[in-house]
């Protein structure tokens, strides 16, 4: 893998894991109401997460790639509009404001064991990472050597940005609390979701 590429997928997997979710707002939620060190396991659980999706995407995408190239082509053209539809809802959802409820004191494994299983519910979480994965795929090398760049790579972006959340705490909380600054946040995000899968699927119209 180039470092182009790679520094393409740092930027498009970071864009992915900011946009405020459930995980998101669970991390904002143990922070805000039991300190930052104890919401440090709400990231624990969603990169125990994470490494369930991205095995599960890995493994589809080696056994397809290997059996069927054209259906690889199609997952990625897929995996386009999906970002695009990503963006398109990142719109929708502008104007609702953040909510945070708070929270009574839990054991660490209990909030390690909620974010696991709030992140692992997300059905559309194994597509996001499938659709993003697939895009930085190159078919003509071994598909293992990349996922060792790519793996660890999400997995530290997923972590930071996680990070990131638990230690704003109620700085993001009152921060996008506010209307007009969600709105901006929101269709920032979806700006760039939108300009992504636009771009992906520019590329391989013109490719094929």
Avoid at 23 to 45: D, E, H, P
Avoid at 101 to 126: D, E, H, L, T, Y
Avoid at 154 to 170: D, E, R, T
């Amino acid at each position: 893998m180039s470092v182009e590429a790679w520094l393409a997928f740092v930027l498009v997997w970071l864009l992915a894991s900011i946009p405020l979710g459930p995980n998101a707002l669970n991390c904002i939620s143990i922070s805000v109401a039991q300190g930052f060190k104890r919401s440090l396991f709400c990231v624990l659980g969603i990169l125990l997460a994470a490494l369930v999706f991205i095995a599960a995407v890995s493994s589809g995408l080696s056994a397809m790639l290997i059996a069927h190239e054209q259906a690889f082509v199609m997952v990625k053209m897929l995996g386009a509009v999906y970002l695009l539809w990503l963006g398109i809802n990142m719109f929708r959802q502008s104007h609702r404001p953040l909510t945070i409820k708070g929270k009574s004191a839990q054991r660490p494994f209990i909030i390690a064991r909620n974010s696991f299983f709030i992140s692992i519910s997300n059905p559309k979480a194994v597509l996001s990472y499938g659709a993003v994965f697939s895009q930085f795929i190159d078919q003509g090398q071994p598909i293992q050597s990349q996922l060792m760049v790519l793996v660890p790579t999400a997995l530290v972006i997923v972590g930071v940005v996680y990070l990131a959340y638990c230690w704003l705490g109620l700085g993001v909380e009152r921060f996008l609390s506010k209307k007009r600054r969600v709105t901006l946040f929101n269709k920032g995000i979806g700006t760039a979701y939108i300009a992504g899968g636009a771009a992906i699927l520019g590329y391989e119209s013109i490719k094929n």
